[in-house]
């Protein structure tokens, strides 16, 4: 039995990638600070439904105390590292700058130097669409220059990609980068744009639209994205046999790898699938875009497609159902 180390395993994305590597037959040792950056009751309940399969494990503590993550390499030896914890929030980073210091460079560099003592056959590590910052030409490749981030959310994640090439590169460890764009669903952050529209219109309260509404993302669905993770842990970036299209580096067992749905919605329309899907129009507040964000995502899937074949994407309005049903039931409304 393979064992893979999942950081942020309470987490949103963390939860379904464990459950899916349990239910594939992994042993999953998670790792998880709970932090109460937004409702920690939800990672608690997240982390109890993981706790009832008899292959999965759990430490909470933060991946930057010191030595914390090199004891638990030595102990645990997994396979492959699943790397998903960090502060996320591209506007919290505004106001609590540190907590993204520590979180995101910090602790990765302790991940990094554990993985380094004792190495997977692959890490796997999350980036964000964030890095891409103030580029405009569409849709978002992994070849293109990213030097131009917006937010110190995206500039952790930039130096994180940076961080763990330079070990690829010094140490052989196979790595690969995930560039996540607006990953929604189920069990999501209350933070998230879906979870805060919906708990606004089922309370009657207003939602505030930035940019005047003229905003795009590519939505991807927490399933469709997990099913991509999983897909990726035995595509171990070569440089010395690139594929069509690879971004593999150079000098190292490097690739970043985008994991989206290649097709932009506008803000509005996102809007209106969630209106649908709760039975009501919401009450919008429109405002100027806020510091920090971009105006539009879109990924370029063509390499993904070419790792692991092109996959069926779940519609919008399925996903955002899906969701309101699941929040409708969680709370109870």
């Excluded at 939505?219 to 842990?233: E, M």
């Amino acid at each position: 039995m393979r064992t893979a180390l999942v950081t942020g395993s309470s987490g949103f994305i963390g939860y379904f990638t464990s459950l899916a590597l349990l239910e594939a037959g992994w042993r999953v040792v998670g790792f998880d600070s709970l932090s109460d950056y937004y409702d920690v009751t939800l990672k608690e309940r997240r982390q109890q439904m993981l706790s009832e399969h008899e292959n999965f494990s759990v430490i909470n503590d933060t991946l930057e105390t010191p030595d914390r993550l090199m004891l638990l390499f030595a102990d645990q030896r997994p396979d492959i590292v699943i790397h998903l914890a960090a502060q996320a929030g591209v506007r919290h980073s505004i106001d609590a700058p540190r907590a993204y210091l520590n979180a995101n460079l910090i602790g990765t560099f302790e991940l990094l130097e554990a993985a380094r003592a004792y190495p997977p056959k692959h890490m796997l590590l999350a980036s964000s669409s964030s890095i891409f910052g103030a580029n405009t030409e569409m849709p978002y490749r992994e070849a293109d220059k990213v030097d131009t981030q917006m937010s110190f959310y995206a500039a952790t994640k930039k130096a994180t990609e940076n961080m763990a090439h330079s070990y690829a590169h010094l140490y052989a460890l196979p790595t690969t980068m995930f560039r996540f764009f607006t990953v929604y669903g189920p069990w999501g952050r209350p933070d998230m744009a879906h979870f805060k529209f919906t708990k606004a219109i089922l309370q009657g309260d207003p939602i505030d639209i930035y940019n005047h509404g003229k905003m795009q993302r590519d939505f991807t669905y927490i399933d469709d994205l997990v099913a991509a993770i999983i897909a990726l842990i035995d595509k171990l970036p070569d440089p010395a046999h690139p594929v069509a299209g690879d971004s593999v580096s150079a000098v190292a067992p490097f690739r970043t790898i985008n994991i989206g749905n290649n097709a932009p919605v506008s803000l509005m329309d996102f809007v209106q699938a969630i209106e649908v899907a709760c039975g009501t129009e919401a009450i919008k507040t429109f405002h100027p875009i806020q510091p920090g964000d971009v105006p539009a995502t879109w990924a370029d899937t063509s390499l993904l497609n070419t790792l692991i074949g092109p996959r069926a994407a779940t519609p919008l309005a399925t996903g955002l159902q899906r969701f309101v049903d699941w929040y409708r039931g969680y709370y109870k409304i």
